[in-house]
T-cell receptor, first 113, second 109 residues
């Protein structure tokens, strides 16, 4: 089956630090990847759609300069949370699309002190 | 607008059967997924429905009625490990999943 690897799984860092999260499709090529954020006891909220070789499409209310997305190859998308603050602490999940299905990574728990 | 509705919480007893409902209104329809999510983990795939009817997979079954914009997930012979959130997700015309808020299921001994 389709495997999506997300790294790191857990990050704790100081306020003001930038954090990069990687999402890799291990056994298939993904022209489209998605980035979600999930707060405790809430559902997944789509942040942006990452398209290989072009700019990401951000959902309303998501700051493009705050959450930088790069989809440089067919198997890798990265999300960089720039100058992270405590309110950015959340669970970030990526998914890679193959045909009609999205395959999820294991998520990254980000804690900003 | 587009929206998906699910009950927020449900409680059931070990060994029982529970049905989690999902209603949706979306721009186009390309399928409906059910996911299971344990606290602190990513969602894991349970079922996919694109045609009307019932799909059965072991202890889990999922039903879809496209004309009614309705689906349910049926869990039989409940086990303690089934305590989790269950997310209903619809694929609309643009293929961006729309997730419901999830139903937190608590299984009691």
């Amino acid at each position: 089956g389709a495997v999506v690897s997300q790294h790191p799984s857990w990050v704790i860092c100081k306020s003001g630090t930038s954090v990069k999260i990687e999402c890799r499709s291990l056994d298939f090529q993904a022209t489209t990847m998605f980035w979600y954020r999930q707060f405790p006891k809430q559902s997944l909220m789509l942040m942006a759609t990452s398209n290989e070789g072009s700019k990401a499409t951000y959902e309303q209310g998501v700051e493009k300069d705050k959450f930088l997305i790069n989809h440089a190859s067919l198997t890798l998308s990265t999300l960089t949370v720039t100058s992270a603050h405590p309110e950015d602490s959340s669970f970030y999940i990526c998914s890679a699309r193959r045909d009609w299905a999205q395959h999820f990574g294991d998520g990254t728990r980000l804690s900003i002190l | 607008g587009q929206n998906i509705d699910q009950p927020t919480e449900m409680t059931a007893t070990e060994g029982a059967i529970v049905q989690i409902n999902c209603t949706y209104q979306t721009s186009g329809f390309n399928g409906l997924f059910w996911y299971q999510q344990h606290a602190g983990e990513a969602p894991t795939f349970l079922s996919y429905n694109v045609l009307d009817g019932l799909e059965e997979k072991g202890r889990f079954s999922s039903f879809l009625s496209r004309s009614k914009g309705y689906s349910y997930l049926l869990l039989k012979e409940l086990q303690m490990k089934d305590s989790a959130s269950y997310l209903c997700a619809v694929i609309p015309r643009d293929y961006k999943y729309i997730f419901g808020t999830g139903t937190r299921l608590k299984v009691l001994a």
